[in-house]
């Protein structure tokens, strides 16, 4: 069974950028689908976004639209979240999600 595992959180400055990755180990498919959520201390926990590992089937959540991207590489079962103009209100500890298995999760902090 995959086990998903979260990298690249960090602090960053309002209006910074920031990339995440989900490592996948062990098995996946073209059926496997990847999916990012946050949650932020005292909120729900919020979608973001999902991919699989076919180049461009992603979908990213509304509100996060023209600053939050998704993308995969394939050969090391990766799938990366791209977030630009970070805003303080994105600070949350990001996870993602393959067949109902939790990564840890990475924390991102962004600072005014």
């Known amino acids: 069974q995959v086990q998903p595992v979260e990298s690249g959180g960090g602090t960053v400055q309002a209006g910074g950028s920031l990339r995440l990755s989900c490592a996948a180990s062990?098995?996946?498919?073209?059926?496997?689908?990847v999916t990012w959520f946050r949650q932020a201390p005292g909120k729900e926990r919020e979608f973001v976004g999902s991919?699989?590992?076919?180049?461009?089937?992603?979908y990213i959540e509304d509100s996060l639209k023209g600053r939050f991207t998704l993308s995969v590489d394939n050969t090391k079962n990766l799938v990366y979240l791209s977030m630009n103009s970070l805003e303080p209100e994105d600070t949350a500890v990001y996870y993602c999600m393959i067949d109902g298995k939790w990564g840890q999760g990475t924390q991102v902090t962004v600072s005014s």
């Open positions: 062990g098995r996946t498919s073209a059926n496997t689908i």
């Open positions: 991919a699989s590992y076919t180049p461009g089937d992603a």
